[in-house]
């Protein structure tokens, strides 16, 4: 019952660095979201895909990239980090669309320093 | 432009009192609301969808759109009931999602 898997849980970065937040589903789940939430906010939506090879944009997808070659897997990279990056990112999963993330990781908090 | 708006951070309530965790929504159109729980060390999860008419844990919301609400009632409280709630809302093209700031339930035993 893995559910959706995130990794890693914590990472601290350096400005200018470059990661990616990995993202695996196990529940054959075409719809696949990624959400970061700054202290005392709300989630906001960064990417999310249809499906596998189909990506959109959210809310603030600045400064990010997403690929989705499989269903399984959604990674989020990270090209050149910056100190507005600080925040826990969670990744969500979900059978269909309109009815909403019903499946999220733990989260990665990241720290750009 | 805020789409949802919980207005209460923090709410204390008594074992065994009403609550009700306020929402109002800001959009056009028909929006899908939704209520999601946090309870410590554990991973967010949905609780509540509007289309549904659902009750789940005690717990139900009615969509309100002459209000623009979807406020979260249960009749008693439990300890159990103690976490972190958010509203949240899906647009009408089903491709933008927001959440509200999230409001913090203590059951006070």
């Known amino acids: 019952n893995a559910g959706v898997t995130q990794t890693p849980k914590f990472r601290i970065l350096k400005i200018g660095q470059s990661m990616t937040l990995q993202c695996a589903q196990d529940m054959n789940h075409n719809y696949m979201y990624w959400y970061r939430q700054d202290p005392g906010m709300g989630l906001k939506l960064i990417y999310y895909s249809v499906g596998a090879g189909i990506t959109d944009k959210g809310e603030v997808p600045n400064g990010y990239n997403v690929s989705r070659s499989t269903t399984e897997d959604f990674p989020l990279r990270l090209e050149l980090a910056a100190p507005s990056q600080t925040s826990v990112y969670f990744c969500a999963s979900s059978p269909q669309q309109r009815i909403a993330p019903q499946h999220f990781g733990d989260g990665t908090r990241l720290s750009i320093l | 432009a805020q789409r949802v708006t919980q207005p209460e951070k923090l709410l204390s309530v008594f074992k065994g009192a009403p609550v009700e965790l306020k929402c109002n929504y800001s959009?056009?159109?028909?929006?899908?609301l939704f209520w999601y729980v946090q309870y410590s060390r554990q991973r967010l999860q949905l609780l509540l969808r509007h289309i549904s008419r659902e009750s789940i844990k005690g717990f139900t919301a009615d969509l309100n759109k002459g209000e623009t609400s979807f406020h979260l009632k249960k009749p008693f409280a439990q300890e159990e009931d103690s976490a972190m709630y958010y509203c949240?809302?899906?647009?009408?093209?089903?491709?933008?999602?927001?959440f509200g700031t999230g409001t913090s339930l203590t059951v006070i035993p």
């Open positions: 949240a809302l899906v647009s009408n093209t089903g491709n933008q999602f927001y």
């Open positions: 959009y056009s159109g028909s929006p899908e």
